[in-house]
């Protein structure tokens, strides 16, 4: 697509519950990465993939957080037994490949997630 | 470890006043420094990047940065600010190479006033 593309938008769930987050990168896009962005912070590194497998998940905070990218395209970041912290605006993007991000990745827009 | 500091995380300025936005580094390896700006309710938009060619970096909307080595800066500058200015300003440091990860400032809040 033209941008990197994120649904939901806007995400309320319950405490407990299971949620999963999407995000389309720009095709041909090999490289991918999430960030979550805490009211009045900056965006922190959760996860990135080069292609299908996940090279760096040192920023997830625990086992409750895991990401797929199965056909190295289309990601899915899956977050179990949701609590009130883990309310944030869940960021994802894309560069060429790991090389390439020094020109910058392309941000999508983001998906709020609020546990009430 | 790299990290970024960004010191005020909220500035104010007049319309047609000099902006600038404050950001040191710290890391261990030549980094590759960004500004990202961030406008209500939309995503992250690169603003400019400095990967160890020329130092001074010019950016769209007419920003530029300094990559200053002795100081481990990279502020961010503009000569007359407009209202359509008004967004929250985020630098990030990667060290490139084999790894692609940004760590990210705080961030700081641009407030343009008429």
């Known amino acids: 697509g033209a941008g990197v593309s994120q649904t939901p938008s806007n995400k309320v769930t319950e405490k407990g519950k299971y949620v999963e987050l999407r995000c389309d990168p720009i095709s041909g896009h090999t490289a991918l990465y999430w960030y979550r962005q805490s009211l009045g912070q900056g965006p922190e590194f959760l996860i990135y993939?080069?292609?299908?497998?996940?090279?760096?998940d040192s920023g997830l905070p625990n086992d409750r957080f895991f990401a797929v990218r199965p056909e190295g395209s289309v990601s899915t970041l899956k977050i179990q037994r949701t609590e009130r912290g883990d309310s944030a605006v869940y960021l994802c993007?894309?560069?060429?490949?790991?090389?390439?991000?020094?020109?910058?990745?392309?941000f999508g827009s983001g998906t709020r997630l609020t546990v009430v | 470890a790299q990290s970024v500091t960004q010191l005020g995380s909220h500035v104010s300025v007049s319309e047609g006043a000099l902006v600038l936005l404050r950001c040191n580094y710290s890391s261990s390896v030549p980094p590759y420094l960004f500004w990202y700006v961030q406008y209500p309710n939309q995503g992250l938009q690169l603003l400019l990047k400095?990967?160890?060619?020329?130092?001074l970096v010019k950016g769209i909307n007419g920003f530029e940065a300094e990559f200053k080595k002795s100081e481990t800066s990279f502020h961010l500058t503009k000569p007359s600010a407009h209202m359509s200015d008004a967004a929250e300003y985020f630098c990030?440091?990667?060290?490139?190479?084999?790894?692609?990860?940004?760590?990210f400032g705080t961030g700081t809040l641009l407030a343009v006033q008429p």
């Open positions: 993939f080069q292609g299908t497998g996940a090279a760096d």
């Open positions: 990030a440091v990667t060290p490139g190479g084999a790894t692609n990860k940004l760590i």
């Open positions: 400095y990967t160890s060619a020329a130092t």
């Open positions: 993007a894309s560069s060429l490949g790991v090389g390439q991000g020094m020109h910058g990745y392309t």
